[in-house]
T-cell receptor
Framework: QKEVEQNSGPLSVPEGAIASLNCTYS??????FFWYRQYSGKSPELIMS????GDKEDGRFTAQLNKASQYVSLLIRDSQPSDSATYLC?????????????FGTGTQLKVEL | GAVVSQHPSRVICKSGTSVKIECRSL??????MFWYRQFPKKSLMLMAT?????????EQGVEKDKFLINHASLTLSTLTVTSAHPEDSSFYIC??????????????FGDGTRLSIL
């Protein structure tokens, strides 16, 4: 059973701080990793994708991947109240026609004024 | 970015009704689409993988006769919840990935369908 683990939170950070979201996965052969943001009552929205070890930055977001430790994280700099949402970590399982994703349970982030 | 359209966004109907949900990829061809179900404050649960031109692959515990999936073209997959009952009330979300073959392209999600069975 492939698993993706996340701390459910809530993670509370003050506005302007760095929010750090963590995820571990069990399948060593996974190659693609994704972070999705989901607002309450809405569908997930892709934030970041990362495929190789190291850091990948996009605006205020930085994804970090360590395949040896089977660990992927998402940093959000200068957190804003609008970042308050549930962040889902997803790990791929390659199928013949595309990606089959395994999702973590999500971490709820609250950015407080 | 890739756009996936899902319709309808909300359905409220009586027990015993069958409900069809459509998922369309608007700007790319999707040989594979995915159907998820999400209960309140829970994560997404993959129900089935929809394959264009062939039968869907259902996850363990998902009744294929209850949740009928049709993927007749490269841009459209449909999920029909047959004879829906209150326990089928949930948030149903579709997603689409890249074209055929092994792909690292991320999945993009439709806006979801909130199904309420009275």
């Amino acid at each position: 059973q492939k698993e993706v683990e996340q701390n459910s939170g809530p993670l509370s950070v003050p506005e302007g701080a760095i929010a750090s979201l963590n995820c571990t996965y069990s399948d060593r052969v996974s190659q693609s990793f994704f972070w999705y943001r989901q607002y309450s009552g809405k569908s997930p929205e892709l934030i970041m994708s990362i495929y190789s070890n190291g850091d990948k930055e996009d605006g205020r977001f930085t994804a970090q991947l360590n395949k040896a430790s089977q660990y992927v994280s998402l940093l959000i700099r200068d957190s804003q109240p609008s970042d308050s949402a549930t962040y889902l970590c997803a790990v791929n399982e390659l199928t013949g026609g595309g990606n089959k994703l395994t999702f973590g349970t999500g971490t709820q982030l609250k950015v407080e004024l | 970015g890739a756009v996936v359209s899902q319709h309808p966004s909300r359905v409220i109907c009586k027990s015993g009704t069958s409900v069809k949900i459509e998922c369309r990829s608007l700007d790319f061809q999707a040989t594979t689409m995915f159907w998820y179900r999400q209960f309140p404050k829970k994560s997404l649960m993959l129900m089935a993988t929809s394959n264009e031109g062939s039968k869907a692959t259902y996850e363990q515990g998902v009744e294929k006769d209850k949740f009928l999936i049709n993927h007749a073209s490269l841009t459209l997959s449909t999920l029909t919840v047959t004879s829906a009952h209150p326990e089928d009330s949930s948030f149903y979300i579709c997603s689409a990935g890249g074209t055929g073959g092994i792909s690292n392209q991320p999945q993009h999600f439709g806006d979801g369908t909130r199904l309420s069975i009275l």
